[in-house]
């Protein structure tokens, strides 16, 4: 119900640009799509009714990719699409930065230059 929001470019052309494996490249994009996933299913059910969650929950696990779990949740959270997208925006901020900063600390650490 949100994957046409997604846009995964910008972190693919990052990891293509640094060094590390297919498989690690693989696992940073599965974390970043599982992060966006549980960001986005825990902003529905913080904008849905409590009444609701459960049922919510139950529907997406059984039917993931069904147009009308998309419908609900266009109908029941306010401007859904535009606040999805910046989170999904935000998640992917988030990730870039924590790759950068590990790659400057590595680099750091392996140059023995983490100021002791």
Same mark, same amino acid.
């Given at each position: ?9 910008? %972190? ?5 640009? %640094?060094?590390? =494996?297919?498989?690690e490249r693989t696992n940073l994009l599965d ?19 409590? @009444? ?7 529907? /997406? ?6 147009? =009308?779990? +998309?419908?609900?949740?266009?109908? =029941? ?9 910046? /989170?999904?925006?935000?998640?992917? =901020? ?8 590990? /790659? ?7 140059? +023995?230059? /983490? @100021?002791?």
């Amino acid at each position: 119900f949100y994957k046409e929001l997604v846009e995964l470019d910008e %972190i693919e052309k990052m990891l293509n640009e %640094i060094e590390i =494996s297919e498989v690690e490249r693989t696992n940073l994009l599965d974390t970043v799509h599982k992060t966006i996933q549980i960001e986005i299913v825990k902003f529905v059910l913080d904008e849905i009714p409590q @009444g609701q969650h459960e049922d919510f929950l139950r529907f /997406l696990h059984q039917k993931p990719a069904d147009e =009308s779990l +998309g419908v609900f949740v266009k109908r =029941s959270v306010e401007n859904f699409e535009n606040r999805a997208r910046d /989170l999904i925006t935000h998640v992917q =901020s988030d990730f870039k930065n924590a790759v950068l900063d590990y /790659l400057e600390t590595s680099e750091e650490w392996l140059e +023995g230059d /983490l @100021g002791s």
